[in-house]
């Protein structure tokens, strides 16, 4: 039994195809989670999605902003722009077995490995919060995605405020927060006000903003993040920290990770993924 990590795959199928034969991936055998943006930019995001339900149970799923914002074009909530692929999952003969299937998946997961915790998701973890928390707010959205509430909620989850986190924080404005954080954050300042305005890597970091993963004290630096999302950020590996999102979509690769009998032992798997679109384009 294997255990495994895959970055943001981005409706890449032959990528993701070519990947889980490098690594001997076996349904009955091995688990491997991927790390959200399944879907959108690349030329395939419904055969993503049919190979995810086909597997469901060794490839474990988390959602991340793509993947909500296909749920908001199919509901009206969200029109696609110009950059975006979603017509293979809107117009598809099995629309609605594939969108019911993004709409029951987590924004955050965790697993126990060598009596370790592994937490995962698509893009961070506020300062403020513990891994228990970023488990607790993500059911808190789960269950308004799983809900008859979903289209009122998809209308307001767009936006860049409240950017910064209160226990206090009621309704739409509680859930917005936790999306943008779960799913969009990069950086932040060192009291947690959120930043989406700056996409650069880690080491170009805008005045008065660092990666959310440097901020001082943050409470879940104990327990290994893997995460993805930033593709300028490319591949980290730290000891607590695992950034996964290598640029598939981009002409870059699409990555996996192999733990062995510990979180400490890692292996990084990749094969290289054609351009499906330019960076900016």
Request: hydrophobic share 40%; glycine share 10%; with cysteine.
């Amino acid at each position: 039994m294997a255990l495994y990590c895959i970055g943001d795959i981005q409706g890449c199928d032959s990528a993701l195809g070519r990947l889980l034969g490098e690594i001997g991936f076996s349904p009955s055998r091995d688990t491997v989670y991927l790390l959200g943006d399944l879907v959108n930019r690349g030329p395939d995001s419904a055969a993503v999605l049919r190979r995810c339900m086909a597997h469901d149970g060794a490839l474990r799923s988390l959602l991340g902003n793509h993947d909500l914002h296909l749920l908001a074009a199919a509901h009206g909530a969200r029109k696609p722009s110009r950059r975006d692929t979603l017509a293979c999952v809107l117009q598809a003969p099995d629309r609605e077995a594939l969108l019911q299937w993004v709409r029951s998946q987590p924004l955050a997961r965790t697993h126990t490995h060598g009596g370790e915790t592994l937490l995962m998701v698509h893009a961070g973890v506020l300062p403020a919060w513990s891994a228990q928390d970023a488990l607790a707010h993500a059911d808190e959205v789960a269950a308004v995605l799983r809900g008859p509430d979903l289209p009122g909620f998809l209308q307001a989850m767009y936006g860049n405020t409240p950017d910064r986190w209160s226990d206090d924080l009621t309704g739409n404005d509680r859930l917005r927060a936790i999306v943008n954080a779960l799913t969009r954050l990069r950086f932040c300042s060192a009291d947690g006000v959120m930043d989406f305005d700056s996409t650069e890597s880690a080491s170009d970091a805008p005045a008065g903003l660092m990666p959310w993963f440097d901020v001082p004290g943050r409470r879940a630096a104990g327990t290994l993040t893997a995460f993805g999302h930033w593709s300028t950020l490319g591949w980290l590996n730290r000891s607590d920290l695992l950034g996964l999102d290598t640029g598939c979509v981009w002409g870059g690769c699409l990555s996996a990770v192999r733990f062995g009998a510990t979180l400490a032992d890692r292996e990084l798997l990749q094969v290289h993924c054609e351009q499906a679109q330019a960076p900016g384009a």
